[in-house]
């Protein structure tokens, strides 16, 4: 019910920056919670942020201080700001949205390649 389009991935340098967007298509007060995913080659799925309708953030240890999530609720938008970006940094970045704690809603992932 709840369609989610990421933008934003591409080829990045070490050190460098990337602003990740996920697009939902319902109002993301409505949702409970809206984080971001990533799978590097070869490994599990892992969690990167997420922030809840209440304003709540949570970070991964190894982006704590680097990455910020953050929402637009006019363009029912969140965002991923990656800065100081490391090749271990490179994966599939997921956007994803919680409705519960058993229905949710992922998008189809943008790649995210950190490299010199």
């Known amino acids: 019910q709840v369609r989610l389009v990421e933008s934003g991935g591409g080829l990045v340098q070490p050190g460098g920056s990337l602003r990740l967007s996920c697009a939902a298509s319902?109002?993301?007060?409505?949702?409970?919670?809206m984080g971001w995913y990533r799978r590097a080659p070869g490994k599990e799925r892992e969690l990167v942020a997420t922030?809840?309708?209440?304003?709540?953030?949570n970070y991964a240890d190894s982006v704590k201080g680097r990455f910020t999530i953050s929402r637009d609720n006019a363009k029912n938008t969140v965002n991923l700001q990656m800065n100081s970006l490391k090749p271990e940094d490179t994966a599939i970045y997921y956007c994803?949205?919680?409705?519960?704690?058993?229905?949710?809603?992922w998008g189809r992932g943008t790649q995210v390649t950190v490299s010199s």
């Open positions: 994803k949205a919680a409705i519960t704690t058993q229905i949710n809603y």
């Open positions: 922030l809840t309708s209440g304003g709540t953030t």
């Open positions: 319902e109002n993301i007060f409505s949702i409970n919670a």
